[in-house]
């Protein structure tokens, strides 16, 4: 058995068939690098996207809620107070207070902390 497997690589025909074969390897290897680095380069440009569209969201929600928090006679001092205050603590003030409005920003807090946890 072992003669035949020495003969089969000795034969003059293994020298171009294993060349043949040696090239179609590299040119599968070659083009599955290809693909894999345009797919990589598609998921990166996908994940920019999002990215950059949830940062957008982020900041479009956290404004409606200082929006929904902000009252034109002490604006100064709530923002000063809301920024010591855990999102937590912000909603537990608004649901104290029941300013106008208040299931719209109780909606979009529960909204921006979904988006969130699904960023994570």
């Known amino acids: 058995m072992f003669r035949t497997l020495l003969q089969a690589f000795v034969s003059p025909v293994a020298g171009p068939v294993g060349f043949i074969l040696a090239l179609a390897m590299c040119g599968l290897l070659v083009s599955t690098v290809y693909n894999a680095e345009t797919r990589e380069a598609d998921l990166r440009g996908q994940i920019a996207q999002l990215t950059a569209q949830a940062q957008r969201n982020a900041i479009a929600l956290h404004a409606r809620l200082a929006a929904c928090?902000?009252?034109?006679?002490?604006?100064?001092?709530?923002?000063?107070?809301?920024?010591?205050?855990?999102?937590?603590?912000?909603?537990?003030?608004?649901?104290?207070?029941?300013?106008?409005?208040?299931?719209?920003?109780?909606r979009m807090e529960s909204a921006d902390r979904a988006v969130l946890e699904t960023l994570k």
């Open 69 to 106: 928090e902000a009252t034109p006679v002490t604006l100064d001092q709530r923002r000063a107070d809301n920024a010591r205050l855990t999102p937590e603590q912000r909603a537990q003030r608004l649901a104290a207070n029941s300013p106008q409005g208040f299931d719209v920003c109780a």
